[in-house]
């Protein structure tokens, strides 16, 4: 895995696993059916269920890091179906069609970008303007779905807006590990409800700095009508990756 499982210290990996190197095993019908149950895939359990059958050093699917979620998805998909990903997609070019696309997943999974491990301790930690020390992770996976989650309920008008933002301000404060050395999760929590807007801000773009690691998502294409090259966005979705 990209992070190199630096991030991983409460029991999320087996014991023998060093570096965050995993086994990957092919997955079965069963777990194809799994991927493309809607219900299942929205909460995030979906994923956290083959992984368990598929990766068995992964103990704690749901905790593993988005982005360490993202390699091992195209990892699986590579090894149950082969290197190239069939997608749709329509250029924004005029009078473009929809067209059928090749990805070639073998240079996304071995070109990501790991984490260093010599720079994790200045990368990952913010000072703010009062001195306070806030040390920061990655948005792990459970976080992620939540995020998901809370935004489908909010634009079905299942929940109130204040519901949607007190949600997202508690996926925020998943990727806080201490502040000033308080590693207390419901005291991490109340303090992001309650700290200024400026600080918030602080937050919000450290936690866009330490986002360029991983596997990449977009690649370039030839667009199939008017020839120019195009950045597409994998469709990470269990639904249509695994399809």
């Not at 059916?33 to 994923?47: C, E, N, Y």
Request: aromatic residues 8%.
């Amino acid at each position: 895995m990209p992070s190199h499982g630096l991030f991983y210290k409460n029991g999320e990996l087996a014991d023998d696993v060093i570096n965050g190197e995993v086994h990957v095993f092919p997955m079965t019908a069963l777990d194809e059916i799994v991927l493309k149950t809607p219900d299942s895939f929205l909460s995030g359990q979906a994923v956290s269920q083959v992984f368990l059958r598929c990766i068995p050093q992964i103990l704690k699917p749901m905790q593993l890091l988005s982005k360490d979620v993202d390699y091992l998805m195209m990892c699986l998909r590579m090894i149950s179906y082969g290197e190239e990903l069939d997608i749709t997609y329509t250029h924004t070019c005029e009078g473009a069609k929809s067209h059928n696309y090749v990805v070639d997943l073998k240079p996304l999974i071995t070109q990501a970008k790991p984490i260093d491990p010599t720079t994790i301790g200045t990368t990952f930690t913010l000072k703010l303007g009062n001195a306070m020390v806030v040390k920061l992770r990655p948005p792990i996976f459970a976080s992620v779905m939540n995020m998901y989650l809370t935004n489908f309920q909010a634009s079905n008008a299942s929940i109130t807006l204040v519901e949607a933002q007190t949600k997202l301000l508690d996926v925020i404060s998943d990727t806080i590990v201490s502040v000033d050395g308080n590693e207390t999760r419901e005291q991490i929590q109340e303090w992001v409800k309650a700290i200024p807007a400026g600080w918030m801000q602080q937050i919000s773009e450290a936690l866009q700095k330490i986002g360029d690691w991983g596997p990449s998502t977009t690649v370039t294409l030839p667009c199939k009508d008017c020839n120019q090259p195009m950045e597409v966005e994998i469709p990470l979705n269990p639904i249509s990756f695994f399809s």
